[in-house]
């Protein structure tokens, strides 16, 4: 149980472009998703909670207009970094965050993980 | 949210157990203590979460003492494999987040 999985798990894109994002929650039905930052030898950075349906809540110093994220189903949310630069090339993760399973294998309200994703921008 | 405070760093040998001290002082009644494990280059990988006394699962204990100003994380017999970063973490149930500290880099040796 618990599974948390996001795609792609590594990606190489020019300055300029875009780039999306897709966690997903394989086992569970995740009420709240979150998405982190994380740059070597650091610890990991909230950007931004996201509730299904509803709009993102950003942290102080993300950009809404940059790091644009879409929570569409209790399953998926997508991180879409517009227009992206050197500066952003680090590791992404998204973490679920689910109220139970039938088969009680997850924690409720505990945050589960996805393995992360290594963006670089050239 | 509780700031907690452990070691930067711990070295250990195969076989050990480890026990990771957290200390998070201004912890609220209603927090939890949750822990995580992180390898490189992986998103973290929830280990185990108490309120209390003692919780145990199949890979780790955590010891909480009455005060719940502290906790241990204790490692039965680790491995090579153990060497991870750790976080120890205070939450509310419902909370909207987890801040993440700088984590104790635990590292087995042979």
């Known amino acids: 149980g618990a599974v948390v999985s996001q795609h792609p798990s590594r990606v190489i894109c020019k300055s300029g472009t875009s780039v999306k994002i897709e966690c997903r929650s394989l086992?569970?039905?995740?009420?709240?998703m979150f998405w982190y930052r994380q740059f070597p030898k650091q610890s990991l950075m909230l950007m931004a909670t996201?509730?299904?349906?509803?709009?993102?809540?950003?942290e102080q110093g993300v950009e809404k207009d940059k790091f644009l994220i879409n929570h569409a189903s209790l399953t998926l949310s997508t991180l879409t970094v517009t227009s992206a630069h050197p500066e952003d090339s680090s590791f992404y993760i998204c973490?679920?965050?689910?109220?139970?399973?039938?088969?009680?294998?997850?924690?409720?309200?505990?945050?589960?993980f996805g393995p992360g994703t290594r963006l670089t921008v050239l | 949210l509780a700031k907690t405070t452990q070691p930067i760093s711990m070295d250990s040998y195969e076989g050990q157990e480890v026990n990771i001290t957290c200390s998070h002082n201004?912890?609220?009644?209603?927090?939890?203590i949750t822990w995580y494990q992180q390898f490189p280059s992986q998103g973290p990988r929830f280990i185990i979460q108490g309120y209390k006394t003692k919780v145990t699962n199949e890979v780790a204990s955590l010891f909480i003492p009455a005060d719940r100003k502290s906790s241990t994380l204790s490692l039965p017999r680790v491995s090579l494999s153990d060497t991870a970063v750790y976080y120890c973490l205070v939450l509310k149930r419902s909370a909207r987040q987890l801040t993440f500290g700088s984590g104790t880099q635990l590292t087995v040796l042979p």
């Open positions: 996201s509730n299904e349906g509803s709009k993102a809540t950003y």
């Open positions: 973490s679920a965050r689910g109220t139970g399973t039938p088969s009680g294998t997850i924690v409720p309200d505990t945050q589960y």
């Open positions: 201004n912890i609220a009644t209603n927090d939890y």
């Open positions: 086992d569970f039905q995740a009420t709240t």
